[in-house]
């Protein structure tokens, strides 16, 4: 399992905004393997600036390649992105 954080880039909201739909649908075709997953709001919860998702995934590489495939990935929009191996202990 990991855990996956991307920072948009700084002035990218639009890029985010216009491959929003297209986002979703990568993940609900992924739904098996997301945990959870959304996106990193401002501090006055008006926009947003990343995304983090925990995605039950097992080897490093398959993680790489699919969020390689990540619609939002493919357009440019992060500055960052970080991954952690994740162990869930609750709930």
Request: a negative charge.
């Amino acid at each position: 399992m990991f855990v996956v954080h991307c920072q948009d880039k700084p002035g990218a909201q639009q890029v985010r905004l216009d491959n929003r739909a297209a986002h979703l649908e990568f993940l609900k075709a992924n739904i098996d393997k997301v945990v959870m997953a959304g996106p990193v709001q401002t501090d006055d919860r008006t926009g947003m600036v990343g995304s983090v998702l925990v995605l039950d995934i097992a080897e490093r590489t398959e993680l790489d390649a699919l969020l390689a495939q990540d619609p939002y990935a493919k357009a440019g929009l992060f500055a960052a992105v970080t991954v952690l191996p994740y162990k869930k202990v609750l709930p």
